[in-house]
């Protein structure tokens, strides 16, 4: 299911906002996924982040109205993050991808960071302009 590999890259990507080294993936932490199509799907989305992090998370930044990056919750920039490279890099329209990110946060985060991460989200996307299908 979609939903497991997202839920499993947004913990890499949680992961790597702490950790700096270099990334090297283990099979096993993979082995929650049983579809190999969703294993794929996730690691593809950890390594786009991991190469696009910069460009992401200056994107974030711009649209942070009274916030600073440093401050964020890590779950819930881990959470924009991961919608972000998904959106803008995998090509998944952007509508599935904020219901699915906006649900992910409703269990790994704060009552109120759901409507903050919706928030920023559509503020990118409106400067993207990026249309209903996608990129």
Not at 51 to 69: A, C, F, M, P, V
Not at 78 to 84: D, I, N, P
Not at 90 to 114: H, L, M, W
């Amino acid at each position: 299911m979609r939903r497991q590999a997202r839920e499993l890259a947004f913990k890499l990507i949680f992961e790597r906002l702490f950790v700096k080294n270099s990334y090297t993936f283990d099979e096993e932490f993979f082995s929650s996924l049983k579809d190999e199509e969703d294993i794929e799907f996730s690691k593809k989305m950890v390594e786009t982040f991991i190469n696009n992090r910069q460009t992401l998370e200056d994107l974030i930044s711009k649209h942070l109205h009274g916030y600073e990056l440093k401050r964020l919750y890590k779950v819930d920039l881990a959470l924009m993050l991961m919608a972000l490279t998904e959106i803008i890099y995998i090509g998944t329209p952007f509508q599935i991808v904020i219901n699915e990110v906006v649900e992910i946060a409703k269990s790994y985060s704060t009552d109120k960071s759901s409507k903050f991460i919706n928030g920023v989200l559509s503020s990118v996307i409106k400067e993207l302009n990026l249309s209903q299908e996608g990129k």
